[in-house]
């Protein structure tokens, strides 16, 4: 799990990280780290934890709320899927489980055993999707705020920040309310990626 002695490499770092089995006794599905990530990389996209989808298929947003996503970036999933322009590191890297209200969240063991190390190899971003509250309570300076408010003053942060709601469809009544959303922030995201990834 990477604890017997350091990484010398990114890669080194992420065979370790897929084949971490920490949380296993907490996953319903057992453990399938998901992540994607290159030294090279610009962008990286924080998530929250991979859904049931991703954990069968092992491929990062490979659901809806990935589909949503690569149309809120304007970018096809081949370029989505180059580790080598996009890091996909979210906050859980194994399915938690469902409750009453959607997927568990993400089992904080994650990041506090694997969230500096990785980031720390990533020298090249130049652009951070944090995509909800976890992935906000994490990478964005206190006080913690709503998700609304902080993607709403998303200029706090920008241009080496942005924080996004989930693209999730249960999200849908909350784009419906807030169309400002799609008039604001998804401009210049679009114009930041499509310049970071030329």
């Known amino acids: 799990m990477g604890t017997e002695r350091p990484p010398t490499s990114l890669d080194a770092l992420l065979a370790d990280v897929r084949a971490c089995r920490l949380c296993e006794p907490a996953l319903p599905l057992g453990a399938r780290p998901v992540v994607q990530a290159s030294a090279n990389a610009r962008i990286l996209i924080v ?37 080598a322009l ?20 993400p089992r904080p063991e994650c990041a506090a055993t694997w969230r500096a190390r990785l980031l720390a190899q990533l020298p090249h971003v130049e652009l951070t999707l944090v995509i ?14 709503p998700v609304t408010e902080q993607v709403r003053n998303w200029h706090r942060y920008w241009p080496k920040i942005i924080p996004l709601p989930h693209p999730s469809p249960r999200n849908n009544l909350w784009l419906r309310r807030n169309p400002w959303f799609e008039t604001d922030v998804l401009p210049a995201l679009r114009k930041s990626v499509a310049h970071l990834l030329s």
């Open 132 to 145: 909800g509250q976890y992935a906000q309570q994490w990478h964005l300076p206190p006080p913690r705020r």
């Open 86 to 105: 996009v890091a996909l590191l979210p906050m859980g890297f194994c399915y938690p489980g469902t409750g009453s209200a959607g997927d568990l969240p």
């Open 47 to 83: 998530g929250q934890a991979p859904g049931r989808r991703v954990h069968e298929t092992g491929i990062p947003f490979n659901d809806p709320s990935g589909d949503r996503l690569r149309d809120w970036l304007a970018i096809d999933r081949a370029r989505f899927y180059d580790p």
